[in-house]
């Protein structure tokens, strides 16, 4: 009964280096998600996706590329790390049909020096 | 745009006090409304929901109301625990295509023995 599964749960990093956060749901849901959360700000909308093979931007999405190969996965990916891009990042999926709730992994933080 | 408003915590209660978090949202339509939970350390987890106006969503004690008339969704709990100590997050979401979330703020809870 894993749920989502977000993978490392805590990296740090360079500036300039670039990494992969690695999401994973084994709930067959169609609907994917990055979130970043900030101080003050709640949680922003960076990418999502509405099935295999599509993607779409969210709030924030500026510094990240995602790809949605197969249903269960999501990866997120960090081209060359930033400061600003310090946070604690979410990774949700839910069915797409208006009403389900959204279910989260426990987060992976991250720290860019 | 659509946004979601809550009230600025933190908000510190005594132990089995009255607890009410304000939230309103501004959308056009009626988007799917919920209360998240986040506790220290962990990822969001799904407190309660209601998807239509008029609707009353309860768990653990606590309960919302989906109020058309004034777009809100208060969260209440009757006698507060430590162990509600966690941040609050209100949300609204639409279905179809994009079952995109849209998040308040958060709101710091911290009940005192």
Partial sequence: ?113 | GDSVTQMEGPVTLSEEAFLTINCTYTATGYPSLFWYVQYPGEGLQLLLKATKADDKGSNKGFEATYRKETTSFHLEKGSVQVSDSAVYFCALMWGGATNKLIFGTGTLLAVQP
């Fill in chain 1, 1 to 113: 009964n894993a749920g989502v599964t977000q993978t490392p749960k805590f990296q740090v990093l360079k500036t300039g280096q670039s990494m992969t956060l690695q999401c994973a749901q084994d709930m067959n849901h169609e609907y994917m998600s990055w979130y970043r959360q900030d101080p003050g700000m709640g949680l922003r909308l960076i990418h999502y996706s509405v099935g295999a093979g599509i993607t779409d931007q969210g709030e924030v999405p500026n510094g990240y590329n995602v790809s949605r190969s197969t249903t269960e996965d999501f990866p997120l990916r960090l081209l060359s790390a930033a400061p600003s891009q310090t946070s604690v990042y979410f990774c949700a999926s839910s069915k797409t049909d208006g009403t389900q709730p959204q279910h989260f992994g426990d987060g992976t933080r991250l720290s860019i020096l």
